[in-house]
């Protein structure tokens, strides 16, 4: 049992969905009403060789087993004259892939969530929390795009998104200060002093701090009140140091949520969070979390509130609408005792 | 070029989405407005050892490269206590999983769906109209429960829906006939005359004959009118075989459309057709489509009018809830230049 | 520990390579003098699609990741004009390919072979008693072609070689009774009598128990004796059932050892049992092993005894030889962690 | 065609397995000659994660499907206590494992070696000269250790072993010069030029020049004449360098043979070569040989000659042997149309 705050019991003893359970019939309907122009947007990376992964996680291998190729250079067609193209997917999705942590993911002890005894995720897969029980996410989206608020492209390596940055967007979304918080502005927090440090390492990529102090106020990135049952998506733009440099992309570490940012989230009960980055939580140049192990941000959110988590999303395309609320949806593979599925997450706009 | 009635350059001379086209944001507002109850319901078949697939075709692997097993035998946590569990997929979606195909999947001659060059799809994936290009679809879905309709639990092996059937379901939604198609009604055809023999072909199952003459009108199964963008969602019950018998579900072949029931659905413009068999049209006992080149179904939806099929999906769940309209959700993986994606196609009931 | 006759302790208590251990230098060097005519065949099957394996398991998969056909489709060569071609494996070697079982495929208990702790298998691979230890094997072979001994194409399928039947073939090679055994000859054992109820059932393949009592003597199939380190290659010629039948193949199960005939080789202390079919021991039509678990054949042979199993091979050729005495050769993969490497095993005549 | 010296013709117009037709019976019984002590080495490198192999090649990957830990954890055993362990291997041999190129493998114009059409090498496999047509290979090993017999612990990455110096090491195997070729002897060619800047750049590895003018001639490392069918097997000591920092493996490029060296070897018409480097020939800083067309490795190996080329072996324990002639043995898997085979090659010393 865990003794930190948690969901545990909450939805039932055999309960294996978290607080995908708030999203009800109701909840659904209202979370609908958020689409404004039914514009529908791809979140997920594209899958293919040079995208983002961690270190030493196996790229996704794709192979064709029949191909236009073949028939070009003889191959007979089937019967009067069809031709086909088939092929195969080889995906380990945490760290490589655009995906959804299924409940089993992540634990400590002896119990996944909800004290399912974890000796059930075995070979044959999950038996426990496996990504099947989520089924489809249809709920309110609401966008973080925290470098945007903070006048930067992306966050740097070791800036850990605080729970104080998150109800300064959430509350002022008119008020973003376009990056006051790496100059150090009055809310500011170890987190901040890190990103402080970080700034002044950023120094190739432009005078963050100047350029930011003399920016103007911008509503830019700025979201709205979070409520129970909505995907609270955050934006790091970390993707972007892959597409200038694959080695950087790992090498200093990578930004993510503070420990109080997760508890943030699950005081407001979301059902799920869904990040740029690799982890979540940020990663440190050894490419692990900083964190004590009560603090780890899949402890927190997804071992002990059920909550969901998607990452290694694509948000660049949805912070270039300027949309913080959308229809969020998820519709992850059915897969049978998955530890997670790769996904292609939808925002309807 | 082909010569048969197709929607290649309907869409610009690059296009590689098809009747997608049609989705634009006021058409996916109004779809969202079939949402009623806001239940979502996977339409994607559990993808786990022994499930429906073809024969001959490579069964869905998964595999866990670390499991709460290994942690209970004594493997050490990471770092200060955490465990996880990870797994990959190898998965060939065609003819095994619930997928789309992409516009590259299948075709004739030299040229793919819009004058496309087949050569173009080697071994490095499809350069063109692969399903990378399909983003996330949001449409109306309308529901052809055929074995409702017909007073069945499925339809036979050599039933072949026709274009005439569908037009009865669609226009006399209350007037369900129950199974009367099978006793031979006016509206009989080749494909129903099909249908006679394997209702008696079918005789373990019951007297499919009598029961159904038997049987009260029903609006059960009974679709609505098809629009441009529609997604018809087909049903033929077959996947009840795989779980009676494997053997049996390919054996005899399988149910699907006949060749008038695509173009049927060409001319009402539709986006994407999705069924639960294999393959949209029948299958003979060989395992092959009976129909000659300019019939092939794929050649018709896919090929010819960019139409996007999904297949294998699970509509029990859908079928048990009567609902012909509801909001219809796909979201293929990004793989870029694939064939095809697993998918858990949602019903927002 | 085990309690039935083993060699856990004799060769050292953190042996994993078991009765390999007893092929030195001089071992090798005298087994060496067999060749006699310096041809080498290939005792492994093809790997490709459609050859034996046991149902339900996952057929090898084999992609080309660039190919000829590529190029003859327009891909440009590399630099100035090199072409390649290029692909993956993916391999189950148990059940589907020819394959050698490392000691920690099979145990009961809590313990694989010399007491090594069965826990320290696991996600990551074997710790203990993986493929690895194997390296390469080079011993004597001596060959039992049960089938041409008894005059038969191929055994029953619920023909069960006794230790009577290897002591005869191999003490009277001169003397082979084609095929009486079959009949019911004096050394009658248990498993011969399940041999004859076989040779009834076996009729559509010909009379064989008339056909047998007709044919004289022969020296075909018979071997000679029995030492320690030597590689044990025998024939039941049921991947011939195969070619016929794929169905027939598992229906009706395998022919294999015996127990007795598993007791007969460890008293004879070989190195290596190698067998045309899928498990060593023979298989029920359930698929099944009949055997009581202290009969079981990898349990006597892999895992009390330490002897190496290879399985699956392909002996047609080696039989078309007449060839009794070779030259032996493995050379397993070095799969760190392997509960198997897929062989080809070579003799050299 | 192909118009510099080749083998095409030469052993049929069908031939697909070159200069391995010369291992005829009597060749493979005057190699096993050469077996002395016995004793059976293995030349593979192990296959696990984090070895040797080239940037963006897909590393290994090893499955367990049913592993101790899950019987440690509750899993029940199968029947009436019988435990197993069960794996999957995913391999892309070339680049990552020690592998037997086909003679498919690469070639220029549309050609295979032979002249067997490139376009026959497609999607399901190559139809023509697969790996499947080697069977076994059992021959003479010679061996050039050619760090050693410049007094090295390994080649420096832009050196590129000369025909002079593989005539020099084959014809004075007791005057090795122990690296005097380093300090520009009068052998010097091109190759050893390029050798000669390495040994500066080498320098935080100890003063190679100074040291090698000190040491006494030895004959470590040294070969004996080379003649028709023997399997030549070349050490450059790269494989250390990985174990140093896998980064600096492929930073600098790798050593590898001259276009000399191949013509030399084909002269004297070898059956394989067998390295332990990545690419046979040398790979500068961008992972590419420097050599034209004409000049390129595989091409005068491979395409013309029909000589089967090993890559990657593990040589280190060979050569602490001291050994120049064993009996060398190759199994490669039968795989029906590969372009490899991942490989343990033998040497019996």
């Known amino acids: 049992m865990v003794h930190e705050p948690n969901n545990w019991g909450r939805f039932g003893p055999e309960d294996q969905r978290g607080t995908l359970n708030l999203l009800t019939g109701p909840h659904v309907l209202a979370a609908l009403s958020h689409a404004v122009t039914g514009e529908v947007l791809s979140l997920g990376m594209p899958i293919r060789r040079g995208r983002p992964r961690l270190p030493g996680r196996p790229e996704p291998q794709h192979y064709m087993s029949i191909d236009g190729a073949d028939f070009a250079a003889g191959t007979r067609p089937v019967g009067a004259g069809l031709r086909m193209a088939d092929d195969t997917l080889i995906v380990s999705p945490h760290g490589t892939t655009t995906h959804l942590d299924a409940l089993c993911h992540m634990w400590s002890g002896d119990e996944l969530y ?3 005894p974890a000796a059930q995720v075995h070979s044959y897969g999950a038996r426990r929390c496996g990504i099947e029980h989520v089924g489809g996410v249809v709920t309110r989206g609401v966008f ?13 390596a070791d800036f850990r998104i605080s729970a104080t940055l998150l109800t300064e967007m959430a509350e002022h979304p ?8 790496l100059a150090g502005g009055p809310g500011g927090t170890e987190s901040h002093a890190a990103a402080g440090g970080a700034g002044e390492a950023a120094g190739p990529e432009g005078a963050v701090s ?3 102090e003399a ?10 009140a979070v409520g129970p049952g909505d995907a609270v998506v955050i934006r790091t733009g970390w993707p972007q140091v892959w597409d200038r440099s694959p080695d950087a992309y790992s090498r200093d570490g990578q930004p993510g949520l503070a420990a109080d940012a997760a508890r943030w989230l699950t005081e407001r009960d979301v059902a799920v969070v869904a990040c740029d980055n690799a982890a979540i939580g940020g990663l440190n140049p050894q490419g692990l979390a900083d964190e004590p192990l009560e603090d780890d941000l899949h402890l927190i959110l997804l071992h002990r509130h059920g909550i969901h988590l998607a990452e290694l ?9 300027g949309r913080t609320e959308f229809v969020f949806v998820l519709a992850p593979l ?3 005792g998955g530890t997670a599925s790769p996904i292609n997450p939808l925002a309807i706009l």
């Open 174 to 181: 008119g008020a973003g200060a376009g990056g006051a918080e």
């Open 313 to 321: 999303l694509w948000l660049e395309d949805l912070a270039a609408t």
């Open 144 to 156: 973080f795009d925290v470098p945007a608020y903070l006048g930067l492209d992306h966050l740097p």
């Open 215 to 224: 920016g103007p106020p911008t509503t830019r990135g700025a979201a709205v």
């Open 210 to 212: 100047g350029g930011v």
């Open 334 to 336: 059915r897969l049978v």
């Open 114 to 116: 909800n004290g399912h």
